[in-house]
């Protein structure tokens, strides 16, 4: 459980991206700084993201 509900956090930050928003409201959402927003969530697309975890 928790690997998909971290594939899930990082689908979401990349969705967020993709609508503008910023890594620093990505960041105060989660509790964390610009930086480890950026770097823990940073290297994910949303697109290709399928509910069966795959893509």
Known sequence: ???L????MR???AVDRQA???WAQ???VLGIGIDAARSG????RAAGF??????
């Open 26 to 28: 990505i960041g105060a």
């Open 41 to 44: 969530f940073g290297g994910v």
């Open 5 to 8: 509900v971290g594939r899930l």
């Open 1 to 3: 459980m928790p690997a």
């Open 20 to 22: 503008g928003t910023s």
């Open 11 to 13: 689908r979401a930050a």
């Open 50 to 55: 399928h509910a069966d975890g795959g893509g």
